[in-house]
């Protein structure tokens, strides 16, 4: 691995400092360095005197601050934010001499956050000694006060029972910690920028400024799981969002601002944070947007002048099966949408489809290719195509919806990815491969976790091994999920079951 120089490292004196953390990241730098995630528990844990936290990605045995080893840590903190990352964190704990079973463990106390985590802590409940459900800033200085001193999992049993924390063996079920009013949040505004590295390392975003809009998604698409795991829907007001741009800018020296947030387009004044900043010189990139906020106003225009080139848009789907999909949103407004950035100027677009969501048939899937053709007619000259298989995610409604089989999946996929590569667009996609191995790893409890660590272990294809509980039962997993957010999604499903059956789908 080449050299990385970033700028905004925090390397704090060891002999100072009353607890250790190593903050992993399973994946590569790229993709850790490019999400807000990684930047913020960074921040968190660095904010405290008593407290340093040191990153770690895949590849990087030693710390990227003083290149010290995993072993020497008080704890290793992994945030989890994909279920494919299973494999890659165990991998890390077995490179560095860790055993990942909790049980025959010996050394540094292992925590576990992120979406996944939350949603889904059966699955880990083996490897983990503490898990955290939710939000970390409610619960950061109770879980430090614990962690200090703490060397195993019982130094840490009263904590069983609290509000976002779940103790693997321990707890039964845990409530979500999450954050009633954002702008009472600190938001990380010294974030690190990475000055220098691999090229295929370099962030998605480049040089940019990532400032968070919301959290949770007013939507509540029946297939997305940030929306679900982050209810209920908070944001920052639009004075507050340009407080942290301008302290951000100042602290990172970039020109460049990326709003983050599922929800950013139901922020109210989000249009004159954008008009703001562009004003000022400064690029401004929503990577999540609805196509009727680009339809408000000069937004659209505002984006381009900023220096925006390239806009994203997610139909997923033709219209019928977008709305059984909880996504409300019709084409006509999609298509206006498309038209709006070419006017503004903009040159390229990305559209996300998916294929194998619950009730899709023939026909819709020749829905998602008309819409994207007159997309193509009215949008910006260069257009690329993103094609994804639907995963059943804990937490959401659709995780008791039946999926097409796998094998009608793969044909459809096929299908999809020829008609869009017939049009000359280019196409990328997750492919089919891994689609039931994704499932049972989204769903399966701690028999597919132990499955799972064994197949690493004796260098077999973790693929295979984990694709055996594809048919698991979810009972395990929703044990362990409050019942407001077990009864929110199940109610969801319901009126799914009743528009589908009103369009006699079923």
Not at 321 to 333: I, M, P, Q
Request: net charge positive; charged share 25%.
């Amino acid at each position: 691995m080449r050299r990385i120089e970033e700028r905004n490292v925090v390397r704090k004196d060891w002999r100072k400092v009353r607890l250790k953390v190593a903050l992993c990241y399973p994946g590569d730098y790229r993709s850790g360095m490019s999400g807000l995630a990684l930047q913020t528990l960074y921040g968190i844990f660095n904010s405290s005197e008593d407290v340093l936290a040191e990153r770690f990605f895949n590849g990087f045995q030693r710390s990227l601050e003083t290149g010290r080893q995993l072993k020497e840590f008080d704890v290793i903190a992994f945030t989890l934010q994909f279920e494919e990352q299973y494999p890659t964190f165990l991998r890390m704990l077995l490179e560095c001499g860790i055993n990942p079973r909790r049980s025959s463990r010996k050394g540094p106390l292992v925590i576990g956050g992120g979406p996944c985590a939350t949603a889904n802590p059966a699955i880990l409940s083996d490897f983990f000694d503490l898990i955290v459900l939710g939000e970390l800033e409610p619960i950061f200085e109770k879980l430090c006060s614990f962690l200090i001193g703490a060397k195993n999992q019982h130094d840490l049993e009263v904590l069983a029972g609290e509000r976002g924390f779940f103790l693997p063996g321990i707890s039964e079920s845990g409530e979500r910690a999450f954050a009633q009013n954002l702008d009472d949040v600190p938001h990380v505004v010294r974030q690190v920028v990475t000055e220098r590295c691999p090229p295929e390392q370099t962030p998605i975003f480049g040089k940019s400024l990532m400032v968070e809009a919301c959290r949770g998604c007013p939507q509540s698409c029946r297939f997305c799981l940030i929306s679900h795991i982050s209810f209920p829907f908070r944001y920052r007001k639009s004075s507050t969002l340009l407080k942290i741009a301008k302290r951000g800018l100042e602290e990172t020296g970039v020109r460049k601002v990326t709003l983050i947030g599922s929800g950013t387009s139901f922020v109210p004044g989000i249009e004159k944070v954008v008009a703001e900043l562009a004003a000022s010189g400064i690029q401004v990139s929503i990577p999540s947007i609805l196509p009727n906020t680009l339809l408000h106003g000069s937004l659209a225009k505002d984006l381009a002048s900023s220096g925006l080139r390239t806009v994203t848009l997610a139909p997923e789907a033709g219209c019928a099966l977008r709305f059984r999909a909880g996504k409300r949103v019709s084409d006509g407004e999609f298509i206006d949408a498309a038209s709006a950035c070419k006017e503004a100027g903009m040159k390229k677009m990305k559209l996300y489809f998916m294929v194998g969501l619950p009730s899709e048939s023939e026909k819709d899937l020749k829905d998602s290719l008309e819409l994207s053709q007159r997309m193509a007619s009215k949008g910006p000259s260069r257009l690329s195509i993103s094609l994804n298989a639907f995963i059943p995610k804990p937490f959401t409604p659709f995780q008791w919806a039946q999926t097409p089989d796998p094998k009608v999946v793969t044909l459809r996929y096929s299908y999809m990815r020829k008609e869009f590569m017939r049009k000359g667009w280019p196409f990328s996609g997750s492919g089919v491969r891994r689609i039931v191995a994704q499932s049972a790893l989204s769903l399966g409890g701690a028999d597919v976790g132990d499955a799972l660590l064994r197949s690493i272990e004796f260098g077999a294809d973790w693929v295979s091994a984990v694709s055996k509980y594809y048919k698991v039962p979810i009972g395990e997993v929703n044990s362990h999920i409050s019942q407001s957010d077990i009864s929110r999604a199940l109610s969801s499903y319901m009126e799914f079951l009743k528009e589908a059956s009103a369009a006699s789908v079923f």
